[in-house]
């Protein structure tokens, strides 16, 4: 059974753009979930996506959104990208009825 | 404020030791409980989880949980070099979604 998959691995962007970040969950996981890892800060939970809604959402601005697709397939948009958004970004997902997380490779965002 | 605390480290065992990893958490309402190993460089992976008090035994690995002392614990027996990483305490209310997590300790087995 393959994992969840994160692409891409790494990103470099400049100030003041805007960046996508994709996650294919375990094959009949519906629920995504989103969380941004520093060194000061750890993890920190963005938002959760289940059958194409938003359930839950972290205390980030709103520049940082997400989406899911019909397919369970999640994606995050950061826009007006800052140095401080440097970060590994971790996708989760969760199959019905569990609590298990299971985190994809991530993709390692930096912003220059 | 919902909040997951764990002792940063770093700890440091000699290989074939126990290394004992411990985590308190501040919700009541808390009703999941994780723990994650991290490699430098790599992302969390999930190796126990513990949903009522008392221990939980998987191989080398014990999860321990206290509700009532709103603390869990994850015990490693006989330590190697390849278990030296950071271990990710998560918590999960039965309110949220979301796993809330502690700062990690990082665990180094001496050869």
């Known amino acids: 059974k393959a994992g969840v998959t994160q692409t891409p691995r790494y990103l470099i962007k400049t100030r003041g753009q805007q960046v996508t970040l994709s996650c294919s969950p375990i094959?009949?996981?519906?629920?995504v979930s989103w969380y941004q890892q520093t060194p000061g800060q750890g993890l920190q939970f963005l938002f959760e996506?289940?059958?194409?809604?938003?359930?839950n959402k972290g205390n980030f601005p709103g520049r940082f959104s997400g989406r899911q697709f019909s397919n369970s397939r999640s994606e995050m948009n950061v826009s007006t990208l800052e140095l401080g958004d440097s970060a590994l970004y971790l996708c989760a997902s969760t199959g019905q009825g569990g609590t298990e997380a299971f985190f994809g490779q991530g993709t390692r965002l930096t912003v220059v | 404020q919902k909040e997951v605390e764990q002792n940063s480290g770093p700890l440091s065992v000699p290989e074939g030791a126990i290394a004992s990893l411990n985590c308190t958490y501040s919700d009541r309402g808390s009703q999941s409980f994780f723990w994650y190993r991290q490699y430098s460089g790599k992302s969390p992976e999930l190796i126990m989880s513990i949903y009522s008090n008392g221990d939980k035994e998987d191989g080398r690995f014990t999860a321990q949980l206290n509700k009532a002392s709103q603390y869990v614990s994850l015990l490693i027996r006989d330590s190697q070099p390849s278990d030296s990483a950071t271990y990710l305490c998560?918590?999960?209310?039965?309110?949220?979604?979301?796993?809330?997590f502690g700062s990690g300790t990082q665990l180094t087995v001496l050869p």
């Open positions: 094959s009949g996981h519906r629920s």
């Open positions: 996506y289940f059958s194409e809604t938003q359930r």
């Open positions: 998560a918590v999960r209310s039965g309110s949220a979604r979301q796993l809330t």
